[in-house]
Each structure stands twice: as structure tokens, then as C-alpha cells.
């Protein structure tokens, strides 16, 4: 629970139960604290009262609603933190985080999770997966899912040049998922020596440490002038995005997935850029079976993002670990 700035506290809570007939309660295996949590724990989103954190989640099935008809206790599934019935016109089109009836998940750190629109929003495994998976099928559920669509909606293709501008856990995932979709060069923003050492064992082919329009500079120089076809903007800060859009080619595409704090665009600059822009809050649903998938066929290891395990009980060292950098990402276990 967050009190305030700086103050998480652990302390035991009411297991949730079945409120809607179309709700499913999951037994978390492991869960985590995401880049987004550090904006309210810093005091630079308000919160109104004590309030419940955690929304990256995995484990089993525990029990459904009478309405649930696909889910069944005892599967061992993964979700989206947006909840989705999947049946919507904005599910169908793709954009479950979109969904007419969206529930943001928003209780994820604890034993113990209520899933609302079960069928839409969870995906089950095959069979139990073994342990070591767990890591990497939980970042299914947020920071790789939002890394996935980073590199989908900058359009990354074959042979294409990336910059990506960030290396937060979803900046470092981005790399994996454009080495994945097939990108030639993959340009990392990035001042942290071993953040730099991750990316680079995601695919990461270069590393530009300055910022701002030294940063762009760099990127034309590494392009011979002509910026980069996709640009992944995964920090939601107005200087990432200035350095994003600036980045990118004439024609070329910008997707931004970090959440905007304080961002303005100039509508001048943005209409002579010629960028096309795409973001918003990964429907990480549409990728989920294709993500599990490459996890559990041993084709990716995003797990790795997790450099540091803490029991649940211990949740305010895995905010303060991020919070200070010392951590990228932090696994917490139930
Ligand atoms: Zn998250
Ligand atoms: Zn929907």
C-alpha cells in the first residue's frame, strides 16, 4: 500500500473475492514493482488516500465467476493490466487497453489477485510451466507487452535502423523485441554502464550516452544524416520525446509508451518533422499468446530484466531499489 511519497508499507489485507460473475481470483506465483509505480511513489502523480499498487501479475487460477466459461481454476494464466472483455469494437481492432468496458488492474501487489472479465483478459499456458519461466512470462503481462508494441507501432521491420530512447526495463525489452521483429541496427539511449551491458546482450548494435541535442546529433551522425526509420520512445519525459521526434527520419515512425509527465508538443515542429506518431497504454492483450509463446519455446529470455528478488514483505527496499537506479526491475514473491 502507498501512503505517500516515499512511504510504501506491506501489511496484510482482506483476500479479494468473486464480485462480478465474469471475475476470476488468481494465486500470484510472482509479481512486481513497474517504472510507472515510481511516478505516484515520488509524489508526481496525487493519490487519494492509501492506495493499493502492483498491476504486472501471473500465477493460478484460484476460482472464477459463474459467467466465466474459457478460464478454469487450477490453469496457470497470464494477463494483461488493462482488462478486456475482447469482444468490443476496440478489442476487435486490436486495442484492448481501449476496451469499452476497461478495468485498469491495479492490485497486483499481493498474494492474491481479482481479474474482472476473466475470459477477455486472461491467457492460460498450455500446462504448468516450471518455475524458471516465471520471470519472463511476468513481464508478459506489462514490460514486454508494452515493449512489443513500442517496436509494432514504430513499425520496425527487416533491416530497418532503431533508436531507442530509454533504458528502463521497457527500453531494454524493446531492444529484444526489435532484434525479434528483425531490425538491423538497434541504437540504445542509455548513460548506465550495466543497463548498456543488458541492452547489448538484447541486440543492442550501438550506445549513445549524451542527451538532448547533443543525443540527436549523434543519432544523425550514426545515420549518415538521415535519422532513424523507427524511434522508441519509452521514458514519457518532454526531453525523450524532443529527442525522439528530432531522431527520427522524414517519414519514419515514433511510438511513445512511457507514460507523458509534463510533455507538450509543438504542433510546427511536429507538422515539418514528417513523423508519424503512434502510442498510448500497450493493448498488450493482442500480443499475449504470441509473447508466451516465444517464452516458453525458450526463443527469448526477457526475464532478465529482473536484477533483483525480494519477498512481497519487502516491497518498500524493491521501490526504494528503483527508485535510487540500483535496481532496473524487482521480482517480488508472494
Ligand atoms: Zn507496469
Ligand atoms: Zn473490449
Not at 499456458?125 to 514486454?144: I, K, R, Y
Amino acid at each position: 500500500m502507498l501512503y505517500g511519497p516515499g512511504d510504501i508499507r506491506f501489511e496484510d489485507r482482506e483476500t479479494p473475492n468473486i464480485m462480478k460473475p465474469t471475475d476470476a481470483v488468481i494465486r500470484l506465483t510472482v509479481t512486481c514493482v513497474c517504472g510507472s509505480d515510481l511516478w505516484p511513489y515520488r509524489g508526481l502523480q496525487p493519490i487519494n488516500g492509501p492506495t493499493a499498487m502492483g498491476h504486472e501479475y501471473c500465477g493460478i487460477v484460484e476460482e472464477v465467476g459463474s459467467a466465466v466459461k474459457s478460464i478454469k481454476p487450477g490453469q496457470f494464466v497470464v494477463g494483461s493490466f488493462a482488462a478486456s472483455d475482447s469482444t468490443c469494437p476496440h478489442c476487435r481492432y486490436g486495442y484492448q487497453s481501449s476496451c469499452q468496458q476497461r478495468e485498469w488492474v491495479s492490485t497486483a501487489q499481493a498474494p492474491f489477485l481479482r481479474v474482472p472479465l476473466a475470459d477477455g483478459t486472461l491467457v492460460p499456458t498450455p500446462g504448468m510451466p516450471s518455475d524458471n519461466l516465471f520471470p519472463s512470462l511476468l513481464t508478459c503481462s506489462d514490460v514486454l507487452g508494452t515493449a512489443w508494441f513500442a517496436a509494432d507501432a514504430a513499425k520496425v521491420k527487416p533491416g530497418a535502423a532503431v533508436v531507442v530512447v530509454g533504458d528502463g526495463a521497457v527500453g531494454l525489452l524493446s531492444v529484444l523485441s526489435a532484434k525479434q521483429m528483425g531490425a538491423e541496427r538497434i541504437i540504445v539511449m542509455s548513460r548506465h554502464v550495466s543497463r548498456q551491458k543488458l541492452a547489448q546482450e538484447f541486440g543492442a548494435t550501438e550506445i549513445v550516452t549524451e542527451r538532448g541535442d547533443e543525443g540527436v546529433a549523434r543519432i544523425k551522425e550514426l545515420t549518415r544524416g538521415v535519422g532513424a526509420d523507427s524511434v522508441l520512445e519509452c521514458v514519457g519525459t518532454q526531453e525523450s520525446m524532443m529527442q525522439a521526434i528530432q531522431s527520427a527520419r522524414p517519414g519514419g515512425h515514433l511510438s511513445f509508451v512511457g507514460v507523458p509527465h509534463g510533455v507538450e508538443l509543438n504542433g510546427t515542429q511536429l507538422f515539418f518533422s514528417h513523423v508519424h506518431v503512434h502510442g498510448g497504454p500497450a493493448p498488450v492483450r493482442r500480443y499475449l499468446p504470441k509473447l508466451i509463446d516465444l517464452v516458453l519455446n525458450g526463443k527469448i529470455n526477457p526475464g532478465k530484466v529482473f536484477d533483483l528478488v525480494l519477498p512481497l514483505e519487502q516491497v518498500a527496499e524493491g521501490y526504494r531499489a528503483m527508485h535510487e537506479r540500483r535496481a532496473i526491475k524487482v521480482l517480488l514473491r508472494p
